[in-house]
């Protein structure tokens, strides 16, 4: 599932896209009464981070992780774009709607569990503040 990938050149960014790739979770803030962050969402902030600092080999790393990464980590790619390119991030939604494949979702201390279609359709419906993992 995780094909051949070019490396960008930044340790920290690769090291957070691989484990977006293999992520079964969305969660944008901390979960559970302790408030913990998850590897995926830390990830997905260096991932953030590297587009300030280096927009071409961050948007090369999120659209691998469009085409290859699990559906959680595809649905963090969308996510991505939404800040940087919001009508790639439509096409890649749109794209996305077809799929099947599941995963967790955390917003605060409630976990839920949904399809990449179901949150992809959502995502299309309307816009949604940060942190709203549903």
């Not at 990464?69 to 939404?82: D, H, K, N, V």
């Amino acid at each position: 599932m995780f094909g051949m990938r070019k490396k960008s050149g930044d340790p920290e960014l690769d090291a957070a896209v691989r484990e977006l790739a293999g992520a079964d979770t969305v969660a944008f803030g901390g979960v559970g009464f302790a408030g913990t962050l998850l590897p995926a969402t830390e990830a997905y902030r260096r991932v953030e981070e590297a587009f300030a600092q280096r927009p071409r080999q961050a948007r090369e790393q999120v659209d691998w992780l469009l085409r290859h990464g699990s559906p959680a980590g595809r649905a963090y790619a969308a996510t991505l774009l939404e800040r940087v390119d919001p009508a790639a991030a439509r096409d890649a939604w749109a794209a996305l709607g077809d799929d099947d494949g599941e995963f967790t979702t955390f917003t605060g201390c409630t976990m839920g569990t949904t399809s990449l279609r179901g949150y992809a359709a959502d995502r299309l419906a309307g816009p949604h503040p940060e942190g709203d993992a549903q």
